[in-house]
Every structure is written in structure tokens, then in C-alpha cells.
């Protein structure tokens, strides 16, 4: 199965809000502080998009028209969950959008600078495999935002966070099924890919949004939305998914990286 991505470009919309009154909807329930604070994080990080797209079209992805014809739609649809996001922030008295934005930015110093550094030289070294890096990481990272919101509206199923968290997650699912089967397909017919998605994840994958974001920020949300018991279904789930992908096996990725959270906060 190949997704036609100009089926995909050309359904995308801005996830609808405008119904959902965000600027009242939590007045008479707001929500409990901690989903705030994971909310802040998924604000952040959706709204932190464009500058992963900047540092992706430094790499041999950018030869590939149709995974830019994706890149520029998948940038565009996060950009309006951050933007939502935001709605709900801003409804809870807090700052969000472009002035929380703009103190993320700054706050990254040279980080930021080193940024596409890094991707070009990983993908110098990896030649044409830097795709099936991209695209395996890029699902899993879908995958485990997914499952944040998924999981973030059953710990506080505020009816109306629920219907936006549910509308979001829909979109997800079709930067899903892209990544995903554009992975399959590349980790299948390439000993070499599987060999270096598999070095590649293991040596670097974090959780999306890690390096933006202070270390404690990512530890808490790690430790809110995949500990416990309701976290540990979660955190199998996404192990299986990536599993079931070529060269994949029996990695337990994502187990391992909630473990080395908890000992972050520790
Ligand atoms: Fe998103
Ligand atoms: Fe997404």
C-alpha cells in the first residue's frame, strides 16, 4: 500500500475548534493542574513543528518529492494543534501561542544552532538510509504523541478536552499511517536500513519534544501519561506497533526510555 500523498495535501484542514467555545468551556470545570502542565508541553512541542521541518529539509529527505509534499502538510495540521492547544491555555488564564513560543525559541540557545548541524552530518553518514531513519522515527514519534493524547483525556475526561484532544488524534492518525508505511516499505527492502534505524533508535530516539523542553518537563509527562498500571498498556502498545515493523523486533524501546525517565526524576 502506497498513501497518495496529494489525497492527503489535499484534505487537510486546521483541526476545528471554532465550535467548541474553548474561551468558556473550562470556566465552571477547569482542568486539574496536571493536565495543564501536560498541555503546556504538547503546545510547545506541536508548535515547535516548523523548526523540525527546517532541520528535515537539510537531509536527503528533501530529494523526495512526495515526502515533502507530506512534510509541508504534516507541519502545517501541527501548527494548528499547537495553536488549539493554546485556546485551552489561554481559556485557563495562562500564556500561551506566539509569546510562549517565542520564550521556548529563546530558551534553546545553541541547541537550536546545532540542530541542523547534527541532522546534516547524520544524514551525510547515512546516504540514502537517513529516510528510513526519518521516517521509522517520525512514526513512532506519532505513535507516542497519539497515545499521550489518548491517555491525557483518560485521566481528565473533561468532555470538551476530550472532543479536541479526539479531533487531534484523528490527524495523528494520518501522519501515522504515511510514516508508518513509508517506513515498512524502506526498512523491508534494505538490510542496511534495518540495521542502522535499529543502531539509530536505540543510540538516540527520546521522546518527542525532549530537547526542546526542560528535562523535568519531559520526566513528568513521561511519568503522568506511561506510569502505572493505565501507563504500562500504553507503553507495551507502543512497543508492539514499532515491533511489527521490519528489523524491529524485540527491542523494547520505549519500555527502556520510560525507565530512564524515572530515573531522571529520581
Ligand atoms: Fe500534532
Ligand atoms: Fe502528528
Same mark, same amino acid.
Do not use: M
Given at each position: 500500500m502506497t498513501i497518495d500523498v496529494e489525497a492527503f495535501a489535499a484534505s487537510a484542514r486546521p483541526v476545528r475548534f471554532d465550535d467548541l467555545d474553548l474561551a468558556n468551556a473550562f470556566r465552571d470545570r477547569p482542568l486539574m493542574p496536571e493536565t495543564l #502542565?501536560?498541555?503546556r508541553y504538547m503546545h510547545d512541542i506541536e508548535s515547535h513543528t516548523v523548526c523540525y521541518l527546517r532541520d528535515l529539509l537539510l537531509t536527503e529527505s528533501h530529494r523526495d518529492p512526495r515526502i515533502t509534499t507530506f512534510l509541508t502538510t504534516w507541519a502545517w495540521e501541527e501548527q494548528w494543534h499547537g495553536v488549539a492547544l493554546g485556546k485551552v491555555l489561554e481559556a485557563? @488564564? !495562562?500564556?500561551? @501561542?506566539? !509569546?510562549r513560543v517565542s520564550?521556548? #525559541?529563546?530558551?534553546? @540557545?545553541?541547541?537550536? #544552532?546545532?540542530?541542523?548541524?547534527?541532522?546534516?552530518l547524520g544524514s551525510v553518514l547515512a546516504r540514502r538510509d537517513f529516510v528510513a531513519v526519518h521516517m521509522t522515527w517520525g512514526a513512532l514519534n506519532e505513535w507516542s504523541t497519539q497515545a499521550g493524547y489518548a491517555r491525557l483525556a483518560e485521566l481528565d475526561d473533561h468532555p470538551v478536552l476530550v472532543e479536541l484532544l479526539e479531533r487531534i488524534q484523528r490527524q495523528e492518525a494520518r501522519h501515522i499511517a504515511f510514516y508508518a508505511t513509508e517506513a515498512r516499505e524502506r526498512l523491508a527492502e534494505s538490510p542496511r536500513a534495518r540495521r542502522l534505524v535499529r543502531l539509530a533508535l536505540t543510540r538516540l530516539w527520546a521522546p518527542v519534544g525532549s530537547g526542546v523542553v526542560p528535562k523535568e518537563e519531559t520526566a513528568f509527562l513521561v511519568q503522568h501519561l506511561l506510569g502505572g498500571e493505565g501507563g504500562d498498556a500504553w507503553v507495551k502498545k507502543l512497543d508492539q506497533r514499532l515491533e511489527r515493523l521490519p528489523g524491529m523486533e524485540g527491542m523494547k524501546l520505549v519500555q527502556g526510555e520510560v525507565q530512564r525517565w524515572y530515573a531522571v526524576a529520581a
Open positions: #502542565r501536560c498541555l485557563h @488564564g !495562562e500564556v500561551a @501561542g506566539n !509569546e520564550a521556548t #525559541r529563546r530558551a534553546l @540557545g545553541v541547541k537550536d #544552532r546545532l540542530a541542523p548541524l547534527l541532522n546534516t
